[in-house]
């Protein structure tokens, strides 16, 4: 049985009040802060750089993974670590020397992940499973929050975990996108160990609270 992480995604944080929704995220139990950084030319969305994860960084001790949705993502990396990272996502998409980046986010010290949007192929990791330390499998087209989970990722998520597996590969699975208390559920069914959840965390009546009621999904029902 794997570890279940739940990583809440501040993307969907109210920013005039960040220390409190860090501090909430810490007393409802989160596995991870989840950073979500966008260029506006990999997604059409603007969010942060290295001064917001620092400034997360000073609020908690968490782990803090880092989601590059950025073209030339190697660009940020000894800043983005310095600043306090625990680990880098990068899209497969924009990455075309995967061995030589992740072996770099490595080298600086932080886990390595990559992404996968809804089109890409899993074929796109299959030679760097050995460097991996993290797959994301991305359950919407990343640029915005509180986006509809696309149904036939399980499928794909199904098949990431075999091929994690058949691999040896203690990469952790992770998904991202319209993950709420039904989603988690079926995606853990379908093999994955790490869910970000940013709106239905952050909208919940009880965010605190939903935290627990997003892990309590991923257990066998009757
Ligand atoms: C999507 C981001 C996600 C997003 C998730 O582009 O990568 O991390 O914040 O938000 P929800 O859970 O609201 O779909
Ligand atoms: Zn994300």
């Known amino acids: 049985m794997s570890v279940v992480r739940i990583a809440p995604s501040i993307l969907s944080a109210d920013f005039a009040r960040l220390a409190d929704e860090i501090a909430m995220l810490e007393a409802g139990g989160a596995d991870w802060v989840h950073v979500d950084v966008m260029d506006g030319r990999f997604v059409p969305n603007l969010t942060f750089g290295a001064k917001v994860i620092e400034t997360v960084r000073r609020l908690t001790e968490l782990p803090m993974d880092v989601h590059l949705m950025v073209v030339e993502p ?81 499928e794909k998520i199904g098949r990431a975990r075999r091929m994690l597996d058949a691999a040896g590969s203690r990469a952790v699975l992770e998904v991202d996108g319209g993950i709420n208390r039904e989603t988690i559920y079926q995606c853990w069914r379908a093999g994955a160990d790490a869910f970000v959840a940013g709106n239905a965390v952050f909208s919940a009546d009880d965010p605190r609270a939903e935290i627990g009621a997003l892990r309590a999904q991923c257990a066998d029902r009757a």
């Open 74 to 154: 190697e660009r940020y990396f000894d800043d983005f670590v310095d600043a306090g990272a625990s680990g880098l996502t990068i899209h497969a998409e924009v990455s075309p020397h995967l061995n030589r980046q992740l072996a770099r986010i490595r080298e600086l010290g932080a886990a390595a992940g990559v992404a996968l949007n809804p089109s890409t192929s899993l074929t796109a990791v299959e030679n760097v499973l050995d460097d991996l330390d993290l797959l994301l499998v991305m359950t919407v087209n990343p640029g915005f929050g509180g986006q509809q989970f696309i149904p036939h990722s399980l």
